[in-house]
């Protein structure tokens, strides 16, 4: 069965430091592996995907993520915080159903 | 396009009483889940469908819950009766499901129930 496992439930980083979200995946195939951003009282949007192409992924924002098969992971970094990065990101796995398996959450905080 | 749109955005509700839920899909979208989250126990699928069909309805927590998808611009998710345990925000979202590649889902804005 597949599953992720986000390793920190609460991150805080100063504006214009680096941002490491942590995810692991268990999947007995290829996975199709995601991250969704959520901001307060809104619904999740995506950040970027990855499906077996490009091992780094780019996506919105500023965002990216590498894929990294022989560590099961799919961390998400950014270069420099901003602010209006502050909400809550899932690692998500897509199953063989096509069906979203997603992670508990991490909580990001930046502060000024 | 206007996105996924839920309505109402915010209810509240007494326990017993019955409750709807409203979905309109992206045009042109062949798969709709709806999902609940809680501060507990996170998001959690309860159901989707594929081209109006139920698919997997493994998430419904018991027989108070049903979905119905009457056609592929309309869903709805009622709860009757209704209880406390069942205050949480539920999003509906589409996507355009595809025999391989990754199924990229589009959530609406999220329906806030609170039960009293």
């Known amino acids: 069965a597949q599953s992720v496992t986000q390793l920190d439930s609460h991150v805080s980083v100063s504006e214009g430091t680096p941002v490491l979200l942590r995810c692991n995946y268990s999947?007995?195939?290829?996975?199709?592996l995601f991250w969704y951003v959520q901001h307060p009282n809104k619904g999740l949007q995506l950040l970027l995907k990855?499906?077996?192409?490009?091992?780094l992924v780019k996506g919105i924002n500023g965002f990216e993520a590498e894929f990294k098969k022989s560590e099961t992971s799919f961390h998400l970094t950014k270069p420099s915080a901003h602010m209006s990065d502050a909400a809550e990101y899932f690692c998500?796995?897509?199953?063989?159903?096509?069906?979203?398996?997603f992670g508990q959450g991490t909580t990001l905080q930046v502060k000024p | 396009d206007a996105g996924v749109i839920q309505s109402p955005r915010h209810e509240v509700t007494e326990m017993g009483q019955e409750v709807t839920l409203r979905c309109k899909p992206i045009?042109?979208?062949?798969?709709l889940f709806w999902y609940r989250q809680t501060m507990m126990r996170g998001l959690e699928l309860l159901i989707y469908?594929?081209?109006?069909?139920?698919?997997?309805d493994s998430g419904m927590p018991e027989d108070r819950f049903s979905a119905k998808m009457p056609n592929a611009s309309f869903s709805t998710l009622k709860i009757q009766p209704s209880e406390p345990r069942d205050s949480a925000v539920y999003f509906c979202?589409?996507?355009?499901?595809?025999?391989?590649?990754?199924?990229?889902?589009?959530f609406g804005a999220g329906s806030r129930l609170t039960v009293l």
């Open positions: 979202a589409s996507s355009l499901a595809r025999s391989s590649g990754a199924n990229v889902l589009t």
């Open positions: 999947s007995s195939y290829s996975p199709s």
């Open positions: 990855y499906t077996s192409a490009a091992t």
């Open positions: 998500v796995v897509s199953d063989t159903t096509g069906k979203l398996i």
């Open positions: 045009s042109g979208h062949n798969s």
């Open positions: 469908f594929n081209n109006n069909v139920p698919i997997d």
